[in-house]
């Protein structure tokens, strides 16, 4: 069945008569997760959150639309992990410009990031683009955030790791390695200790910290945790997203 909602689905029929109220773009990456997740892990997630967070959203009468995820995000820290394809922030700029553009022009002032790559910075061209297009409202989550991922997972960590694994599992089960094949997902740490609480930061050199890619033990995921933490998530970004489609930008502050 056609979702409404997702904009690679839906037709010219049904959007000349359409009027949406907020637009969703999924930023994702194409990069290795350790050895047992695909490339695209972060597209997959990133389109399999949207729509069900706009589907959440639409049947509580938003009129949300997901476009296409994109599948490339930056990824300067791993340029000698092969095939990790990279966008430099500047040319995230201007692919955002030219989408900016056209929602401006066409009266769809409402625009989500859907953030599902830890690369991408998207607080930077929110300002730019938002001094450009002072009509719009542009903003950006990350759904890691969006829970205590400690009520749902065990072991800690930010790549390939148990959240990721136990979203896949629950996703895409097979394109999820089996569990032999499985690296430890062990990682090194910055030895100047500003860096690694958080004040003070610089880029991660990838294949210098990890031997398989993966930043998180990935032993502990399972199929049930990953689904319970996708439900869970896609409520709330669902409820964002509603929030949004009926917030009036003129009235935002209390």
Request: net charge negative.
């Amino acid at each position: 069945m056609i979702r409404p909602y997702i904009l690679a689905e839906t037709n010219w029929e049904a959007l000349k008569e359409e009027s949406f109220e907020l637009v969703i773009l999924p930023w994702g990456a194409t990069e290795a997760h350790n050895y047992h997740l695909p490339y695209a892990t972060d597209n997959i997630q990133a389109d399999h959150l949207t729509a069900e967070a706009a589907r959440v959203a639409w049947e509580k009468g938003g009129r949300p639309i997901v476009l296409p995820t994109l599948p490339f995000g930056v990824n300067t820290g791993q340029s000698d992990i092969y095939l990790d394809i990279n966008l430099n922030p500047s040319t995230q700029l201007a692919i955002l410009t030219d989408i900016v553009e056209v929602l401006n022009r066409q009266g769809l002032y409402k625009l989500v990031l859907f953030n599902g790559h830890g690369g991408n910075n998207f607080k930077p061209l929110v300002r730019e683009l938002g001094y450009k297009f002072p009509k719009m409202f542009i903003s950006f989550c990350s759904f890691p955030q969006a829970l205590d991922k400690g009520l749902y997972f065990e072991e800690e960590g930010d790549h390939a790791d148990e959240m990721e694994t136990s979203l896949m599992l629950h996703l895409r089960p097979d394109l999820v390695l089996s569990r032999e094949k499985w690296g430890m997902g062990a990682s090194k740490k910055f030895k100047i200790k500003s860096f690694s609480e958080g004040w003070a930061w610089a880029e991660r050199k990838w294949s210098e910290i990890s031997e398989d890619t993966g930043v998180g033990n990935p032993h502990k995921a399972s199929k049930e945790k990953g689904e319970r933490f996708f439900n869970d998530v896609t409520q709330k970004m669902g409820h964002f997203f509603y929030e949004l489609c009926k917030a009036d930008t003129k009235d935002l502050y209390e």
